[in-house]
């Protein structure tokens, strides 16, 4: 299951030299692409959609744009997910499908080397792959929250970014996969000036997170 909650927040940034930006109106479509998914324990990128993610209802569509993207190993599609600019959304369903078979017991199944027992999702989360979202050619970054003294509860928080975020985890406790099978998206845009009315996007993260249905 995919879940999407959105939200847009006012920010100030600037733009890389030969990026040509975008303007957007309140309720304009802002197009969200995936691309390769990538893993600090392999060389190989995965094609996006070779998991069983969710997919555009009117078929996937290649959305390279430059053949520098090509050449660097991109594989940029499009996407199922539906954005519009400083338009809130809540709970919003993707789709419904099927991650591959399930589990009785992990360890029987090891104990009895059945070929094939995890499925691709599982394998690719213990291989720490991410996924890589683009909108308005800004890859997607995660943030996580962390204390700089964990044993002490009223100690600073702060944020961490990190490119990318994971597809899933690995329980410590359990050593099951967990698909992250929501998440939080956030755009962060600017007013722009000489065109009143209009909003340029300069920042844009996710936060994933897992629910059991």
Not at 158 to 175: A, H, L
Request: proline fraction near 5%; glycine fraction near 6%; charged fraction near 25%.
């Amino acid at each position: 299951i995919g879940t999407v909650l959105y939200g847009g927040h006012h920010a100030q940034s600037f733009y890389l030299p030969g990026v040509a930006p975008k303007a957007f109106k309140s309720g304009d479509d802002v197009e969200l692409k995936v691309n390769a998914l990538t893993s600090i324990r392999s060389q190989f990128a995965l094609e996006y959609y070779h998991l069983p993610f969710c997919k555009p209802t009117d078929g996937i569509e290649m959305k390279s744009e430059n053949l520098g993207e090509f050449l660097k190993g991109d594989r940029i599609e499009s996407s199922p997910y539906k954005v519009q600019m400083k338009v809130d959304m809540y709970c919003e369903q993707v789709c419904v499908t099927n991650l591959g078979p399930k589990l009785d017991d992990a360890a029987k199944a090891k104990k009895k080397k059945i070929k094939g027992s995890r499925n691709n999702i599982a394998r690719s989360i213990r291989s720490r792959y991410h996924n890589n979202w683009i909108v308005d050619n800004l890859p997607a970054a995660s943030k996580s929250e962390f204390r700089n003294s964990p044993d002490d509860v009223f100690s600073e928080t702060d944020i961490k970014y990190s490119q990318g975020f994971p597809i899933g985890f690995v329980d410590r406790e359990t050593t099951r996969e967990f698909v992250n099978n929501h998440v939080n998206i956030e755009l962060q845009y600017h007013a722009v000036a000489a065109e009143a009315g209009t909003y340029r996007i300069v920042g844009f993260t996710v936060e994933p997170f897992s629910i059991q249905h």
